[in-house]
């Protein structure tokens, strides 16, 4: 991934107000934005929860997994060893940015 270039693709998407990128580990490589502190510390357990999850109802790997609270969505994607974690707002269309992100991300 192009780092710099893919992030700030992804943080002028509308409605994106944040992102965590972490390794499988746990280790955050880079984050900005707003409420990204909080999604620092779960997006590595809640990956792990994913793919377990899917898992057990026989899908091969996880793809996408999405948090949606009142104010905020979150969208888990794993890239290349790492978990990219998207925060939205409640006003975003989520299907239509997560296309944009596959796209920037060359996922698509």
Known sequence: MENNLAIQQIMQTPNV????????SGVVIEQEGNEVDVLANVIVYFQQIAVLIGESFGLERFHEAQIQ?????VVCIPLNGEVLG??????ARVPEIVG??????HLA
């Open 17 to 24: 107000i944040g992102y965590v990128r972490c390794s499988e």
């Open 69 to 73: 609270g009142k104010s905020l969505i």
């Open 86 to 91: 998207v925060i939205l707002n409640s006003r």
């Open 100 to 105: 944009q992100i596959r796209q920037i991300l």
